[in-house]
């Protein structure tokens, strides 16, 4: 299994600009979630999903939008960047099962730079 | 609106020596809590996950506790090494799609 892959590694944007970042997991997870680290703010929760279709705002959703219309991908967009949106992004999955089947996986991350 | 809390912000100690950290949370409604390890530069590598069931669990060199109702939860490591010089990451579990909220971390540096 490649676990949850992001991409791009890295991304440089002008202000205005618009991208996609995206995720994928191989592991059948129903819950992906997206995060964005800041120094000094730590993790906070951008947009998360339960499943195919279904999604929902976390802490700080505004200037990104999401969908799901497969389990295995959740791209993450923004429409049009800002110097604020300067950041760190981490995509997670986990499995819907209680237990030690809902242990979060992280991916390595996209880091932003907005101009 | 839960609130998660690491203490020391930073530590730093002699190769060998034991060490405890700390999280602190201020919703009891918890559904789990992981503990992460993050190289500078890198994502969040999984630990242990606690289920709020669950008093601690053991990996390796690596103890966890979780006290629910007093809202805190240590992490133990036993013997440190160099290699275990990176920041250490709580995160608390809740809401439909188990959602984290974590801490500010606490960035642990082992001398050799």
């Known amino acids: 299994n490649a676990g949850v892959t992001q991409t791009p590694k890295f991304q440089v944007l002008k202000t205005g600009q618009s991208m996609t970042l995206q995720c994928a997991q191989d592991?059948?997870?129903?819950?992906m979630s997206w995060y964005r680290q800041d120094p000094g703010m730590g993790l906070r929760l951008i947009h998360y999903?339960?499943?195919?279709?279904?999604?929902d705002q976390g802490e700080v959703p505004n200037g990104y939008n999401v969908s799901r219309s497969t389990t295995e991908d959740f791209p993450l967009r923004l429409l049009s960047a800002a110097p604020s949106q300067t950041s760190v992004y981490f995509c997670a999955s986990s499995h819907r099962a209680s237990g030690r089947n809902n242990e979060q996986f992280f991916g390595p991350g996209t880091r932003l730079t907005v101009l | 609106k839960q609130e998660v809390t690491q203490i020391p912000a930073a530590l730093s100690v002699p190769e060998g020596e034991n060490l405890v950290l700390n999280c602190s949370f201020t919703?009891?409604?918890?559904?789990?809590l992981q503990w992460f390890r993050q190289d500078p530069g890198k994502g969040l590598t999984s630990l242990l996950l606690i289920q709020s069931s669950q008093r601690e669990q053991t990996s390796g060199r690596l103890n966890a506790s979780l006290d629910k109702s007093s809202g805190r939860s240590t992490l133990y490591i036993a013997a440190s090494q160099p290699g275990d010089s990176a920041t250490y990451l709580c995160a608390v579990s809740l809401g439909s799609a188990r959602q984290l909220t974590f801490g500010s971390g606490t960035q642990l540096t082992v001398l050799p």
């Open positions: 919703d009891s409604a918890i559904y789990n």
């Open positions: 999903s339960v499943g195919a279709g279904i999604t």
């Open positions: 592991m059948n997870h129903e819950y």
